[in-house]
């Protein structure tokens, strides 16, 4: 189970994280069939009744949590669960809904609450029922979802955390920014060109599938092997396999792969605690590593640089991923 504790800060690289729990208060569905992370919501006095579902966000994305603020409509907003913008301290933001993203049918019991992100250069916010607290977790406590969670979720959550009276979700905001927002999305670049990389070798680490095609796609165009894992620590253990390689064949890592691209956020390791390995160990530490996150901000990037990574790129900008790359293995050629 995962522990719940806040009492130090967080440092880079100790596959650890802080998340923010909310909940969604919601109207209790008619049959005895409840999702994993709800519980029912005793009946106060003019309360109505409902059930809260627990949810989670990475304080590395949260600004501030605020009360309700004066909302004003957004022309042409095509999204129910998008209710307009509002003005804090001079910048326009705007304001989504997650029980309506979520299809959740709200039960209003309390004046809702407003979590405040900043996360792949863009502040967003989101209107929830209350905010519990925060937990500060390993990453090797978050599953990945099943099946059925995803399914229920509309591929939505990106991580399960199970504490000891009750399950929370972790979010995936940037799916649902990016899916309202066009230009928050990974675009790939059909004219992108990068010729002379035929055979440099990349491993990518990251839990989105869709990411992990789109990098590869990107890539590949550039000339580039690419080799996929779905987190932290499967990449690990294949560099493990990697460097075992190496030693018996007396030759330097970079033989056999030329450089590393990480996501930051995965369940089991993440990728500064991946970075940070990487570099403590004698061979593996010439790999350069390049951490392709939308936590790649500029309040964050001193944690990239602390774990010792070689570039960060914030996404959505995948084809400058593949200049980086390129650029770091003919820098580390050329020395």
């Known amino acids: 189970m995962a522990t719940q504790s806040t009492d130090i800060l967080l440092e880079a690289g100790t596959n650890e994280l802080e998340i923010v729990e909310f909940y969604l208060e919601e109207e209790p569905k008619a049959s005895d069939e409840t999702e994993p992370n709800q519980e029912d919501h005793t009946l106060e006095e003019g309360h109505k009744p409902s059930r809260k579902g627990f949810y989670g966000v990475n304080v590395a994305k949260v600004l501030e949590i605020i009360r309700m603020p004066k909302v004003t409509e957004m022309p042409e907003v095509s999204h129910p669960a998008v209710l307009g913008a509002f003005n804090l301290r001079s910048r326009i933001i705007p304001l989504l809904d997650l029980s309506i993203w979520l299809k959740k049918k709200r039960v209003e019991n309390e004046p809702p609450k407003v979590i405040v ?40 959550i990106t991580g399960v955390v199970k504490f000891d009276d009750r399950i929370v979700f972790i979010l995936d905001l940037e799916r ?11 675009q790939f670049d059909d004219n992108f060109v ?19 095609e789109m990098i590869r796609d990107m890539l590949g165009q550039a000339g580039f092997q690419v080799e996929k894992t ?8 294949r560099l493990v396999e990697i460097k075992k390689r190496a030693l018996e064949e007396e030759r330097p890592i970079t033989d056999y792969v030329q450089v590393l691209v990480s996501d930051i956020e995965m369940p089991m390791m993440d990728g500064h605690h991946l970075c ?31 774990v010792g990574a070689d570039d960060q790129v ?19 050629r050329a020395g």
């Open 276 to 306: 940070k390995r990487v570099k403590e160990d004698p061979v593996l530490r010439d790999l350069p590593v390049i951490l392709f996150s939308s936590l790649i901000t500029d309040k964050l990037r001193h944690r990239g640089e602390t």
């Open 230 to 237: 779905n987190n932290g620590r499967e990449c690990w253990d």
């Open 194 to 212: 990068l010729d002379g990389y035929s055979g440099y070798k990349a491993l990518i680490a990251d839990d989105s599938p869709l990411i992990r």
């Open 314 to 332: 914030s996404k959505p900008e995948i084809t400058y991923l593949a200049r980086r790359a390129a650029a770091l293995i003919e820098a580390r």
């Open 117 to 156: 992100t900043e996360f792949n250069q863009v502040t967003s916010a989101f209107m929830v029922s209350g905010v519990t607290r925060i937990h500060r977790i390993s990453w090797e406590d978050v599953e990945a979802p099943n099946k059925y969670v995803s399914a229920l979720s509309s591929e939505s």
């Open 176 to 186: 649902i920014v990016s899916e309202l927002n066009p230009a928050m999305r990974l």
